[in-house]
């Protein structure tokens, strides 16, 4: 059997670091990690929440996803992205009969690779995928996809359900 998981929201929970960034990135937020939490969950993009809350315009939030794409994937915020539990021991179990894939739509395969080796699961994965935001995950997930009957996707977004 063939387990595909999503990374971010499904292993890891990188949402703190999302949050801090977006705190560094806009110093006139007010929000709370809960609202901001609460405001995202509904599926208001970056776009619309600087837009709706701060009065950005087209350019400024330009210049704001520009800069978030540089920072958000740093060595040092991956550091601040921490295992939900029993995400170990699950891939642990699931990888001594299993194939085991970790599926991902970041941008840096190597600081993907580094988080992977400091949570300790390179032994347990048959690959890691990142997509560099080249393709969707959904499409290089099925290029590995030997049989469908036979295999399971876990994810936390629409485009994983959809998968």
């Known amino acids: ?11 890891i929970n990188s949402q703190p670091r999302l949050f801090r960034l977006f705190c560094d990135m806009c110093p006139e937020n007010r929000f ?9 969950r509904r599926k208001v993009t970056q776009a619309q929440f600087l837009k709706t809350y701060f009065q950005y315009d087209e350019q400024q939030i330009s210049d704001f996803h520009r ?3 540089e920072a958000v994937e740093s060595p040092e915020r ?5 295992e939900f539990p029993g995400a170990s021991a ?8 299993h194939d085991i894939y970790i599926i991902t739509h970041r ?5 993907t690779q580094k988080q992977i080796e400091r949570m300790g699961w390179s032994d347990d994965l048959s690959e890691l995928i990142v997509s560099e935001r080249k393709m969707n995950k ?11 009957r036979q295999s399971l996707w876990v994810g936390d977004t629409g485009e994983d359900i959809k998968a």
Do not use: N, P, V
């Open 1 to 11: 059997m063939q387990f595909f998981f999503d990374l971010d929201g499904t292993l």
């Open 32 to 40: 709370t990690y809960d609202e901001y939490c609460a405001i995202k």
């Open 67 to 69: 800069h978030w794409l």
């Open 78 to 82: 991956m550091l601040e992205d921490t």
């Open 90 to 97: 699950l891939l642990k179990q699931l990888s001594l009969k």
């Open 107 to 111: 941008q840096s395969r190597i600081e």
């Open 138 to 148: 959904e499409s290089l997930a099925f290029s590995r996809l030997r049989d469908s």
